[in-house]
T-cell receptor, first 112, second 110 residues
């Protein structure tokens, strides 16, 4: 069974600092890896999707990398802003049944 | 843009009531999912459906059932609501393993 871990559970940084969020998974035979953002009391917003054949994906200030051999993905957020404060979740997809295995998330606070 | 909508943002029900949570997606996705999210437990899959009238149990199906009569609509049913079903319920649809979520329904069972 795929286990997805996100450490640390919470992170606080001053505005302008670059954010590095970690995601590790136990089964390297993943189909893809998806990063989400969740604001308090809201649903999940998809940020980036990395297919298993890709090493990274970029969207604006966000960059996500994938290293299947080491079972890791990293989400980088450049020049953080208070509006980036949220919980970030990663999820690994198996492909054969369309289900995702979710991490517990990292709650980020960007201090103005 | 993919749009997934859920019938209610907040819902308060009494123990023993039958509760219906509705989810609609507008992107013709084959797959739809129902999760619940609780502090400290993360997202847990209740049921999913990969086609009309098809359904499969997730990790915590007890106390729930689902209905998918049309491709765009996936309903979660609590046959007899209990206080331990107080939670945030999230619906998602997917295309090729990329999941898109609705805004969530915060259900409180008194």
């Amino acid at each position: 069974k795929q286990e997805v871990t996100q450490i640390p559970a919470a992170l606080s940084v001053p505005e302008g600092e670059n954010l590095v969020l970690n995601c590790s998974f136990t089964d390297s035979a993943i189909y893809n890896l998806q990063w989400f953002r969740q604001d308090p009391g809201k649903g999940l917003t998809s940020l980036l999707l990395i297919q298993s054949s890709q090493r990274e994906q970029t969207s604006g200030r966000l960059n996500a990398s994938l290293d299947k051999s080491s079972g890791r993905s990293t989400l980088y957020i450049a020049a953080s802003q208070p509006g980036d404060s949220a919980t970030y979740l990663c999820a690994a997809g198996r492909g054969d049944d369309y289900k995702l295995s979710f991490g517990a998330g990292t709650t980020v606070t960007v201090r103005a | 843009d993919v749009k997934v909508t859920q019938s209610s943002r907040y819902l308060v029900k009494r123990t023993g009531e039958k509760v219906f949570l509705e989810c609609v997606q507008d992107m013709d996705h084959e797959n739809m999912f129902w999760y619940r999210q609780d502090p400290g437990l993360g997202l847990r899959l209740i049921y999913f459906s990969y086609d009309v009238k098809m359904k499969e149990k997730g990790d915590i199906p007890e106390g729930y059932s689902v209905s998918r009569e049309k491709k765009e609509r996936f309903s979660l049913i609590l046959e007899s609501a209990s206080t331990n079903q107080t939670s945030m319920y999230l619906c998602a649809s997917s295309l090729d393993n990329e999941q898109f979520f609705g805004p969530g329904t915060r259900l409180t069972v008194l």
